[in-house]
């Protein structure tokens, strides 16, 4: 079975600084993973995935991840944080299949203090 | 493109009733697709997947009698959430596979219940 672990419900940051969400997961297959984000009464965003290629991966609005094999890992960072930033962000897991749902973790809020 | 869309946006029914939530995949194909539901200030739960022609696959803990999930094409699935309780009220999200594709998954904008 696949899992991801969110580490810290709520992180919170000044306006300026580095954003750092941790994400684990879990998976006895080579897995694939996501970070996406949501704003209050509406869908998912995707920023970003891992699907076996570059370990570093790049997304939208400054935003990157590295899968860390050795350490199950799939941290998300920012290096400098906006206002705008300040929401859910999930991470989640899924396997190179056909039909095979995502498994999110529960989430972390971000807020960004000025 | 890859465009998923939710109706209604929002829904407020009466206990009792039954309400239907579309999921569109507005310019791709989807062979398959899932139904989440997310409470407030939780993630989103897998409630069942769905495969174009075939019935849907359910978690457990889900059930099937009440949630029916109904997928007769390859661009459209329906959620209809029978004798709706205050319980049910949640929002409710799906997401979509692409034909062909191994794992990309398109979400809709979500559908926010209200049973009163």
């Known amino acids: 079975a696949q899992s991801v672990t969110q580490l810290g419900s709520h992180v919170s940051v000044s306006e300026g600084a580095l954003v750092l969400l941790r994400c684990n997961y879990s998976?006895?297959?080579?897995?694939?993973l996501f970070w996406y984000v949501q704003y209050p009464n509406q869908g998912l965003q995707l920023l970003l995935k891992?699907?076996?290629?570059?370990?570093l991966v790049k997304g939208i609005n400054g935003f990157e991840a590295e899968f860390k094999k050795s350490e199950t890992s799939f941290h998300l960072t920012k290096p400098s944080a906006h206002m705008s930033d300040a929401a859910e962000y999930f991470c989640?897991?899924?396997?190179?299949?056909?039909?095979?749902?995502?498994?999110f973790g529960k989430g972390t809020t971000l807020s960004v203090s000025s | 493109g890859a465009v998923v869309s939710q109706h209604p946006s929002w829904v407020i029914c009466k206990s009792g009733t039954s309400v239907k939530i579309e999921c569109r995949s507005l310019?791709?194909?989807?062979?398959?697709m899932f139904w989440y539901r997310q409470f407030p200030k939780q993630s989103l739960m897998l409630m069942a997947t769905?495969?174009?022609?075939?019935?849907?696959?359910?978690e457990q803990g889900v059930e099937k009698d009440k949630f029916l999930i109904n997928h007769a094409s390859l661009t459209l699935s329906t959620l209809t959430v029978t004798s709706a309780h205050p319980e049910d009220s949640s929002f409710y999200i799906c997401?979509?596979?692409?034909?062909?594709?191994?794992?990309?998954?398109?979400f809709g904008p979500g559908t926010r219940l209200t049973v009163t």
């Open positions: 998976s006895s297959v080579p897995p694939y």
């Open positions: 891992y699907t076996s290629a570059a370990t």
């Open positions: 310019d791709f194909q989807a062979t398959t």
């Open positions: 997401s979509a596979r692409e034909a062909g594709s191994s794992y990309e998954q398109y």
């Open positions: 769905s495969n174009e022609g075939s019935k849907a696959t359910y």
């Open positions: 989640a897991v899924t396997q190179y299949q056909a039909g095979t749902a995502l498994i």
